[in-house]
């Protein structure tokens, strides 16, 4: 029986290292993409729902009514909540865009609407991108920085759609 065991083990072991022993070139290229999660609050303006690095603004115009930090505060909001809440609302009456309706302002073609969107080469939520189109430069289509400290993916020649911001 600890024969047995022994015997298991050993295979099981040696049969997890074959893998990296590959000859270079046969194994498949990595086609997921990751992007690090970094703990960001919610931060709802109205009705509408974003975060600080998915918010194309005038930061001098958002002012912050109310912060949730603790957890039982935050109990209502659920998932979303995790990583705490903001309240704010904008100083003046400016029209903030979705994504889709960002892409249409620019006039984006079809064939370009299926990539990823980077903004100042940043990834982005896309469901919380939320935007005044005046805080735009430009849309343009790039590939990823091949030295940046943040790799989006693993393929060195796929395209993103690059937001970039005027400066403030």
């Known amino acids: 029986m600890a024969k047995a065991l022994l015997i298991c083990l050993v295979l099981s072991f040696s049969s997890s290292f074959c893998g990296a022993q590959s000859l270079p070139g046969t194994r498949q290229a990595y086609s997921q993409t990751r992007i690090v999660n970094v703990k ?24 912050i009514i109310k912060t949730y930090e603790d957890s039982l505060e935050l109990v209502p909001f659920g998932e979303k909540g995790k990583d705490g809440i903001i309240l704010a609302r904008l100083k003046t009456n400016t029209p903030l865009l979705r994504l889709d309706e960002v892409l249409d302002y620019y006039k984006v073609p079809a064939s370009d609407l299926r990539l990823k969107v980077l903004v100042d080469k940043r990834g982005v939520n896309p469901d919380l991108f939320l935007a005044d189109v005046k805080r735009i430069k430009s849309i343009q289509k790039t590939k990823q920085d091949l030295t940046s400290v943040m790799r989006y993916s693993f393929n060195p020649d796929e395209e993103y759609l690059n937001i970039e911001t005027v400066k403030e």
């Open 40 to 63: 960001q609050p919610l931060i709802m303006i109205g009705a509408l729902e974003t975060d600080y690095h998915s918010l194309i603004i005038d930061r001098s115009n958002l002012e």
